[in-house]
């Protein structure tokens, strides 16, 4: 494998001193670039794109060559997992993910099986080889999942919910089978990323978007519990190299201190939580991702400016930052902005 010529995203990840703060930003390829638009109507749908490594790699490619970011990741989605238990996944057109087939009762549980990654999934784990060779060591892969619980959400809702109503409702009256389900995912979820580490992925993130809609005492229970097995399980060193693990549990910030006793090397914040104090509660334990608001963007470019400079202050001197935004770019955010974010950062970073 090709040297790497950037590495501050992985040495940042490690507290380890950069020359600049790095940035990535979460959804970065996606429906704002006028190429991945294209690209998409031409490969028909979204799983399409995933599906073919060549596209796959492809958008993955489309903001690092507008942006000078300093690491890539891996496009495909959280969903690839349930879609290859047998759940039927397919994106209706403006209302996002929805399955044929959800998880209704404890029977339903029983008969999911663990995916094969280098089987199944194997669409995934060629996009990741795909795109490590046309990376040629210009910045570190990214590989992620959906944690556990974020899963099972879309798993037994059937879809996007507001309420959580029917997930939650199997938590109460039937916690045997959620359980299962996670337990079941959580081994998933292992093996799908330790295949991407071994297929090429250099550093990987468990998205829990969902984690924050439970109470501390169903946090712990039903989503950490299953995130801190996984971290138990993963392979944390290949190509003589540490392979770090972000958790980002959206709306997570009660819980950081002990999202930090998993064991991870990095926490993903909103930007709901204050950065200096995220730092001062778990800055020695863990590496910090983020955290300005995704509407920021929709600001002139001294806005952009202020409240980037406004993070990377609150974060303060020393090693462990990766800028980010604190949940996924949106769609009607014009891409120019994002250049006066990515070189402010790698500018202002220099000094702090
Ligand atoms: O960050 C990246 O650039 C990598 C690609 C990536 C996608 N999804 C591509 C995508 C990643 C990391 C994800 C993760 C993901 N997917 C999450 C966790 C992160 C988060 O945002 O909280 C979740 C909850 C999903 C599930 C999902 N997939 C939803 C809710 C949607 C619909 C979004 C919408 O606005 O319609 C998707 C589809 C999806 N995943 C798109 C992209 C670029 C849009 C597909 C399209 O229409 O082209």
Do not use: H
């Given at each position: 494998m090709s040297e790497l010529k950037n590495d501050r995203f992985l040495r940042a990840l490690m507290k380890q001193p950069v020359d600049t703060t790095p940035i990535w930003i979460m959804?970065?390829?996606?429906?704002?670039l006028p190429e991945y638009r294209e690209v998409r109507a031409k490969a028909g749908g979204f799983m399409d794109l995933c599906e073919n490594a060549d596209l796959a790699c492809e958008v993955t490619m489309q903001p690092l060559e507008r942006y000078d970011l300093d690491a890539a990741i891996l496009?495909?989605?959280?969903?690839t997992i349930p879609d290859a238990m047998g759940l039927g996944l397919y994106f209706a057109e403006g209302e996002g993910p929805k399955f044929e087939r959800p998880l209704k009762t404890l029977a339903d549980v029983q008969k999911i099986a663990i995916p094969d990654p280098e089987d199944e999934l194997r669409y995934v784990m060629n996009a990741v080889r795909t795109i490590r060779k046309e990376l040629n060591g210009k910045v570190p892969l990214i590989g992620f999942s959906g944690s556990p619980w974020t899963l099972a959400t879309y798993m037994v809702e059937g879809g996007t919910t507001k309420d959580f109503g029917k997930v939650k409702g199997m938590m109460f009256s039937n916690p045997q089978a959620m359980h299962l389900l996670l337990d079941k995912l959580a081994q998933s979820v292992t093996s799908y990323l330790n295949a991407q580490i071994a297929a090429g992925a250099q550093a990987v993130m468990v998205f829990?978007?969902?984690?924050?809609?439970?109470s501390d005492e169903k946090y712990e229970e039903f989503s950490l519990r299953y995130m801190q097995q996984i971290v138990s399980g993963l392979?944390?060193?290949a190509d003589g190299r540490k392979v770090p693990v972000t958790l980002f549990t959206k709306g997570g910030g009660r819980w950081l201190e002990k999202m930090a006793a998993t064991g991870c090397d990095a926490l993903g914040l909103d930007w709901t939580q204050d950065i200096s104090q995220a730092r001062q509660r778990v800055g020695d334990a863990v590496a910090l991702q983020g955290n300005m608001d995704p509407s920021v963007l929709y600001a002139e470019p001294e806005v952009i400016k202020s409240e980037a400079k406004k993070v990377l202050d609150g974060f303060g001197e020393g090693p462990g930052h990766i800028f980010n935004l604190g949940h996924g770019i949106h769609q009607h955010i014009d891409p120019d902005k994002v250049n006066v974010l990515v070189d402010s950062v790698h500018e202002y970073g220099k000094t702090s």
């Open positions: 959804r970065q390829a996606g429906r704002y496009f495909s989605d959280i969903l829990d978007t969902w984690g924050g809609v439970l392979t944390r060193e």
